[in-house]
């Protein structure tokens, strides 16, 4: 991060918009990639994220809340994810916007400035997020949403965010850029920072979402809080987790066996299970092709649900209200979101399936969900890969099903 050059006037500064709302940039900043190297970062490709996080925002005060909300976005950067918000809703009754970098802060303040926000809806702070939840821990009322947007991984704020966040049905945003870590690329390293073990497998979005959502509720028991998934997301190399927090001891460990597990991967034949409760029940042989060499494991994992129904349906009617850039794919995402829920972890990647058979032509994936449908299994789209379905057929079965669909077409 360049912290000299701090002395710049607004003639230092490039005008910009996103949404409706029109933004400054340090000049030297424009057009390059987006990376910690940058004066201020912004990332144009983040839009999806940041329109994402104002629509979930507004759903969790419309169902959850149900009043004025106080928000802290301790990585603001620009400050354009909560200018944005704070343009598109009166829901909101104040804004901290927090940066460590001094330069971001400086920026925030013109934004601020720039877009006539008043001084009583947003308050702009230089500190270290992990601090500045520390105070507001100790502050008697506390916010009802806490967003992360650190560059890679969250794993460090999550424990301080709980000590700050409303203790029940507070909302916490969080976002995970270091997806090479939980997809299993760097194993090791997954499991220094996540305390699990990944598996880089033809579905390890998902696995790398159920880590980190498995991490942040063992955070959050550690501090006598539960969760409930609201809306898991992957898009474009980053996870984004919208979660609020619940008490009560008993009904965290009542939830326990639900909330964690494994998944059992047998890398011969692709079969997958998950398990929830004893590992040391299950078989050491592949159930399908009796392997016993190919078995890998990932966990421990979130196993309980990604998202709420009613979130999702409330997000949707808002997407289709607020005309976002990304509106379609938004509206992509929470259908397939949707169809995730009650679905089994994990998805089969038909195209790949399909090459391994050696089929002539990849077949239309509602087909093939028509197909397994009609022979008492579930199926369903999944938002994690748009080239892939969920099923709880098992891989053996769906090999058939490929293979008879390409003689009969
Ligand atoms: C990925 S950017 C945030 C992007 C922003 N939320 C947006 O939508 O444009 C990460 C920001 O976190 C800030 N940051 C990094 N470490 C921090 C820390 N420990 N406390 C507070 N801010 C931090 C960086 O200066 C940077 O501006």
């Known amino acids: 991060m360049k912290t000299e050059n701090q002395d710049f006037g607004k003639n230092k500064y490039i005008t910009k918009q996103e949404g409706s709302v029109k933004f400054l940039l340090h000049e030297l900043d424009n057009g390059t990639i987006p990376s910690k190297s940058m004066n201020v970062f912004y990332n144009k490709r983040m839009e999806l994220n940041r329109d994402i996080s104002i629509l979930a925002v507004i759903a969790y005060s419309n169902i959850v809340s149900q009043g004025s909300l106080v928000v802290v976005d301790s990585m603001a950067a620009s400050g354009i994810g909560s200018i944005r918000l704070l343009k598109n809703t009166k829901t909101v009754e104040k804004i901290y916007l927090n940066d460590i970098n001094p330069i971001a802060v400086e920026l925030i303040k013109n934004n601020l400035e720039l877009n006539e926000i008043e001084s009583n809806q947003a308050e702009v702070l230089n500190k270290d997020a992990n601090l500045l939840f520390s105070e507001i821990s100790r502050s008697s009322a506390l916010p009802d949403v806490i967003s992360i947007d650190p560059f890679g991984t969250p794993n460090l704020y999550i424990d301080s965010a709980f000590k700050a966040i409303k203790k029940d049905k507070g909302l916490l945003c969080i976002t995970a850029t270091d997806t090479a870590v939980l997809f299993g690329v760097k ?113 421990p994992l979130w196993v309980g649900e990604l998202h709420q129904k009613s979130y999702l349906e409330e997000l949707n009617l808002l997407n289709e209200k607020f005309h976002f850039k990304n509106k379609n794919r938004i509206r992509k995402i929470l259908k397939f979101a949707l169809n995730e829920i009650n679905m089994p972890i994990s998805y089969y990647n038909i195209h790949k399936i399909s090459q391994q058979l050696k089929l002539s032509s990849i077949p239309k994936l509602e087909d093939i969900i028509k197909i397994i449908e009609e ?33 009969l077409n």
Not at 397 to 407: D, I, S
């Open 187 to 299: 194993p090791k390293v997954c499991i220094r920072k996540y305390m699990a073990k990944p598996l880089h497998t033809d579905y390890c979005k998902e696995i790398g979402a159920r880590i980190l959502l498995s991490f942040i509720s063992r955070i959050a028991n550690i501090n006598n809080l539960g969760i409930i998934p609201l809306l898991t997301f992957y898009s474009n190399h980053f996870i984004r987790i919208f979660t609020i927090t619940f008490r009560g001891k008993s009904k965290i460990s009542k939830d326990l066996p639900k909330s964690y597990g494994y998944i059992i991967h047998c890398k011969s034949c692709g079969n997958r299970s998950s398990v929830i409760e004893n590992l040391l029940k299950v078989p050491q042989k592949c159930p399908i092709c009796l392997s016993e060499k190919h078995l890998s494991y990932s966990g």
């Open 375 to 407: 022979k008492g299994y579930k199926a369903s789209r999944t938002h994690f890969d748009f080239i892939s379905i969920k099923s709880d057929m098992k891989i053996d079965e769906l090999k058939k099903v490929l293979r008879q669909n390409e003689k």
